[in-house]
């Protein structure tokens, strides 16, 4: 059975996912100086031009995704200055689907899995995908969540992605922070994660 929270979800609509995403204001402050370098609709026909997303868009929309909304920030610190340990990109992004099941299905099959699968493959010119360790999150978030920590090895060599979904109703919420070298930004993800969900929840609660 739905509970309110879940049901205020059928609610909303693409036009909502904006107020969602997290402001530039409400990142840590480790990511006061980041500039903006991807914001606005993330449709399916979007999504699968991405590098990693192995997917078209009548598959990703075949998987119960609408539609979603993503601001990404970058380091504004040169390349040459760039040290071991240095934080490289920060993402937040909200994906609307047409269900529970679908978010719990997204995160499990299209998430986990598919990440797992690639390990070893190339994922671009020059970039492998060296490892990838599934993260416990049971009892952080208001529903079901799911979290990696994914290295890869490139050209200037390794770079870490922290990444972390969780589910409220039918929305799908992520968040992600890359660091050069082998590094755990894990800690930084939850907390970004708890913010993101909780203006899910007050747009959610807003809209019913």
Not at 154 to 179: E, H, I
Request: aromatic share 6%; glycine share 8%; net charge negative.
């Amino acid at each position: 059975m739905q509970n309110a929270l879940t049901r205020a979800t059928y609610n909303i609509a693409d036009s909502d996912l904006q107020w969602m995403a997290l402001p530039k204001e409400h990142l840590p402050q480790d990511f006061t100086d980041f500039e903006v370098v991807r914001e606005g609709e993330l449709t399916n026909d979007a999504m699968a031009e991405l590098p990693l997303s192995g997917h078209t868009a009548e598959e990703l929309r075949g998987f119960g995704r609408v539609t979603g909304f993503q601001r990404e920030w970058v380091t504004t610190i040169e390349e040459p200055l760039l040290k071991d340990d240095a934080d490289l990109a920060v993402a937040t992004v909200v994906h609307l689907m047409d269900n529970p099941e679908a978010v719990s299905n997204w995160m499990t099959k299209v998430f986990l899995e598919e990440f797992k699968s690639k390990i070893g493959e190339d994922l671009g010119p020059e970039h492998r995908l060296i490892s990838v360790d599934e993260v416990e999150l049971a009892g952080k978030f208001h529903d079901e969540a799911v979290g990696i920590r994914a290295v890869q090895k490139g050209p200037k060599g390794l770079v870490s992605s922290s990444v972390l979904d969780f589910r409220l109703g039918r929305l799908l919420g992520v968040v992600y922070v890359v660091t050069s070298g082998d590094q755990n930004r894990l800690e930084v993800a939850e907390v970004l994660g708890k913010e993101l969900e909780r203006h899910m929840v007050a747009v959610v609660v807003g809209a019913a």
